[in-house]
Nanobody, 126 residues
């Protein structure tokens, strides 16, 4: 069993930056893929970025490419999402998710991930 805990969200102003963290525990996660998704009320969960823990391959959504960067500290089983130049439309609950079986390309659909954290809220004021 894997547990995921997100942190780092908050209330910020447009143009600010945050670093979100996803800490994984439980089963060894060294061969897994961890993704970040976001969701606003009434909308479907949206893919943001994902990374393979072992090789560090990444996949980032076009909507955030250039502003959001995913990285990992494989020694600590932590995945980070650096979010820069935040916009009000980035306001959402951000969730990390984990997939145990490695595939290529890195999946972008929520139903391809098996474990989910509780989420961290990011609110961007204009």
């Amino acid at each position: 069993q894997v547990q995921l805990v997100e942190s780092g969200g908050g209330l910020v102003q447009a143009g600010d930056s945050l670093r979100l963290s996803c800490a994984a525990s439980g089963d060894p996660v060294s061969t897994y893929t961890v993704g970040w998704f976001r969701q606003t009320p009434g909308k479907e969960r949206e893919f943001v970025a994902a990374i393979t823990i072992a090789g560090g391959r990444t996949n980032t959504a076009h909507a955030v490419k250039g502003r959001f960067t995913i990285s990992r500290d494989s020694t600590k089983d932590i995945v980070y999402l650096q979010v820069n130049s935040l916009k009000p439309e980035d306001t959402a609950a951000y969730y990390c998710a984990l997939r145990r079986r490695l595939i290529d390309p890195i999946p972008m659909m929520p139903n391809e991930y098996e474990y989910w954290g509780q989420g961290t809220q990011v609110t961007v004021s204009s």
